[in-house]
């Protein structure tokens, strides 16, 4: 299995609502990521977990709260977004360690805040 | 100035030419190296790894690396219509456990 599953792919939200993303691979990759990407710009990181532990958080609003179950699962909580926030969700894995390969990113998805 | 800068685009060559990829990054410390392909309204898939200096070729696609300029470039020969898409190049210090992306270059290649 060589794929990052994320569902939703479409998912349309209110302000009050509360929703969750979430991402699974079988690939071994023990280290996960969450991405936000805007039209027309890179990929955002958001949280970074390496061994089933958060190790990067960029500075986050805590509306969005990252989960990683076990090492095959990545979640990400939403509460109170905003407007603004609607943008393209994108989960990746890959190896860790040095010389570790490249992302494998999920299809992502597509977030809208009304 | 930003971390990782890709030249401006958007790039256009005709069906069957070289399309010349260009990137450049900051931090010395940076190990690996990737390149992503990123269709209009889909995911960034990976490409291309380097993680040595010289070249790595892999089908149509060659990657260039210079650490000592700290450039790296993607070479596509003989361009296809289904090559039309961005391109992300993306930097990686293994320390700080993640990549940092350049802003993508948009290849158009026509017909």
């Known amino acids: 299995d060589t794929e990052v599953t994320q569902t939703p792919k479409h998912l349309v939200m209110g302000m009050t609502n509360k929703k969750s993303l979430k991402c699974e691979q079988h690939?071994?990759?023990?280290?996960m990521y969450w991405y936000k990407q805007k039209a027309k710009k890179p990929p955002e990181l958001m949280f970074v977990y390496s061994y089933e532990k958060l190790s990067i958080n960029e500075s986050v609003p805590s509306r969005f709260s990252p989960e990683c179950p076990n090492s095959s699962l990545l979640n990400l909580h939403l509460h109170a977004l905003q407007p603004e926030d609607s943008a393209l969700y994108l989960c990746a894995s890959s190896q860790e360690g040095q010389g570790a390969g490249g992302y494998t990113f999920g299809s992502g998805t597509r977030l809208t805040v009304v | 100035q930003k971390e990782v800068e890709q030249n401006s685009g958007p790039l256009s060559v005709p069906e069957g030419a070289i399309a010349s990829l260009n990137c450049t990054y900051s931090?010395?410390?940076?190990?690996?190296f990737f390149w992503y392909r990123q269709y209009s309204g889909k995911s960034p898939e990976l490409i291309m790894s380097i993680y040595s200096n010289g070249d790595k070729e892999d089908g149509r696609f060659t990657a260039q690396l210079n650490k000592a300029s700290q450039y790296v470039s993607l070479l596509i020969r003989d361009s296809q219509p289904s090559d039309s898409a961005t391109y992300l190049c993306a930097v990686k210090d293994t320390n700080a456990g993640k990549s940092t992306f350049g802003d993508g270059t948009t290849l158009t290649v026509k017909p």
């Open positions: 690939m071994g990759h023990r280290a």
């Open positions: 931090d010395r410390g940076s190990q690996s």
